[in-house]
């Protein structure tokens, strides 16, 4: 099974900019789609942004304008980079890929173990 570990957290005072880094321990294309999810303290784990292999990207309202997902085919690596980063961005970022099933419509998600970002001055 494809293991994901993500990299780049870090601490950043507001308007900082940082990447984040997701590399896949086989090929990213065994997933359907990939993205960033996010969890604050005493909240729930929120999309931030994604893409389905081949098709959309979708960002999460609070981060569209700073936030860009992109990806590295040749390394396995999907990344976000964060521009204009404020208080409220300060999270445990979590790499996320999916997969559906064809025949069950089931979907079967892989998490990385999470990197922290501190948006503090």
């Known amino acids: 099974q494809v293991q994901l570990v993500e990299s780049g957290g870090d601490l950043v005072q507001p308007g900082g900019s940082l990447r984040l880094s997701c590399a896949a321990s086989?090929?990213?294309?065994?997933?359907?789609?990939m993205g960033w999810y996010r969890q604050a303290p005493g909240k729930q784990r929120e999309l931030v942004a994604r893409?389905?292999?081949?098709?959309?990207?979708n960002y999460a309202d609070s981060v569209k304008g700073r936030f860009t997902i992109s990806r590295d085919n040749a390394k396995n690596t999907v990344y976000l980079q964060m521009n204009s980063l404020k208080p409220e961005d300060t999270a445990v970022y979590y790499c996320?890929?999916?997969?559906?099933?064809?025949?069950?419509?089931?979907?079967?998600?892989?998490w990385g173990q999470g990197t922290q970002v501190t948006v503090s001055s």
């Open positions: 996320n890929g999916y997969r559906v099933g064809l025949g069950s419509g089931r979907r079967d998600d892989t």
């Open positions: 086989g090929s990213i294309f065994s997933f359907n789609g």
């Open positions: 893409f389905i292999i081949g098709g959309s990207t």
